[in-house]
Structure formats: C-alpha cells, structure tokens
T-cell receptor, first 114, second 111 residues
Framework: NAGVTQTPKFQVLKTGQSMTLQCAQD?????MSWYRQDPGMGLRLIHY???????DQGEVPNGYNVSRSTTEDFPLRLLSAAPSQTSVYFC?????????????FGSGTRLTVV | KQEVTQIPAALSVPEGENLVLNCSFT??????LQWFRQDPGKGLTSLLL?????REQTSGRLNASLDKSSGRSTLYIAASQPGDSATYLC??????????FGKGTMLLVSP
C-alpha cells in the first residue's frame, strides 16, 4: 500500500517555465489537497478537491491550476513559474470529513525557481 | 477563520525529560485534531488523531489531550529520546475539507 505518492521529489525550473507536480493515492480517498511549506509561514493551502470533478481554491491559489479527473490523481500545474513559487509542496488525502478521518501526506516535492 | 498557534516555537531538552507541546485554536467547532511529526527535509507523519468528542488519545510514549471548549490541545512526550528530535505540527480539521496548521514546535533532545 503506497499511500500518497508525489513526483518528482526535486525540481529546478527557470522563471516562466511551466510544469506539473504529480500526486496519486491508492486509498480510495475522496478528499485531496495541495499545500506549500515556506520557512516562517507554515503550511498553506493552495487548492483542494472533495471528489472527482470538484476542485476549489485555498489560501494561496494564484499561479497554480488543478483538475481532478479521477479519484486517484490530483496534479498541480504551475502555469508560468516565478521565484516566489520556490517552496516545498505537499499533497495530502483523506477519506472525508468524518470525525475519524485523518489526513495522509506525501513525501513532498522541493521546487526551486531560478 | 480558524487560526492555530503552537507554543513554544522551539524547545531543547536533555534526554529522559518529559515534555509538553501546546496547540491552541480560535474556533472550537472542530471535527478532529491531528498531531504530525516532520523530520528535516521529509514529509509529515501522523502521530495521533483526536476526535472532537475525545479528551485523550495515546500511542506509546505520546499522549494527546483535547479541551475543545477552551481551544487547546497538548502533546505529552514521556521519557524523551534523541530520536524524538523533529518538528511537531498541530493541525485542526474544522470540516471544511482541509486542515489548518500551526507553525510547529522544533524539538531538540540532546543525549
């Protein structure tokens, strides 16, 4: 059981380039979300999804795009990378919002934009 | 808007000490609260999940308490070890499909 798998683990982009961070889960979880982690800022929500075909914006959505065509996958697209998007990105999933439902996190993608 | 605060931001203790990490949140209408551990350069590992109706949850040397009415949770670590050195994150699930995180407590346990 792999849990939440993120690829790639590391990436260096030039300003203006685009790329997609991949996230896949094999737990049949309905809820998936993307966070970025920056020193002194903690983890901040970028986008989230409550099921296939449904996505919504979080606290810091600008410059990012998401879609959810399957339950398993929730890719995060950087449309035109900027140095301010240098960060560590985490994908997470949860069965739902029941009181017993916790979140499982991937191992992260460390992105540097130069 | 839910806000989560963790105190202290950093903590350094000698091996063997019992210690308490604190987490407070502003909106008591929560579904559950999760404590995570993060090692440097790594992902988040879930330690304990405490439901809104629970007062305590235990796993090995870890004990998490929850006082929903006062907006507080504590993580108690018994007999600390150097391997406990990590950043501990508190995250609140308020039922809006996401988590709200504190900024964490960085723990260093010295031999």
């Amino acid at each position: 059981n792999a849990g939440v798998t993120q690829t790639p683990k590391f990436q260096v982009l030039k300003t203006g380039q685009s790329m997609t961070l991949q996230c896949a889960q094999d737990m049949n979880h309905e809820y998936m979300s993307w966070y970025r982690q920056d020193p002194g800022m903690g983890l901040r929500l970028i986008h989230y999804s409550v099921g296939a075909g449904i996505t919504d914006q979080g606290e810091v959505p600008n410059g990012y795009n998401v879609s959810r065509s399957t339950t398993e996958d929730f890719p995060l697209r950087l449309l035109s990378a900027a140095p301010s998007q240098t960060s560590v990105y985490f994908c997470a999933s949860s069965p739902g919002t029941g009181i017993l439902d916790g979140y499982t996190f991937g191992s992260g993608t460390r992105l540097t934009v130069v | 808007k839910q806000e989560v605060t963790q105190i202290p931001a950093a903590l350094s203790v000698p091996e063997g000490e019992n210690l308490v990490l604190n987490c407070s949140f502003t909106d008591s209408a929560i579904y559950n609260l999760q404590w995570f551990r993060q090692d440097p350069g790594k992902g988040l590992t879930s330690l304990l999940l405490i439901q809104s109706s629970q007062r305590e949850q235990t796993s090995g040397r870890l004990n998490a308490s929850l006082d929903k009415s006062s907006g507080r949770s504590t993580l108690y670590i018994a007999a600390s070890q150097p391997g406990d050195s990590a950043t501990y994150l508190c995250a609140v699930n308020s039922g809006y499909s996401t988590l709200t995180f504190g900024k964490g407590t960085m723990l260093l346990v010295s031999p």
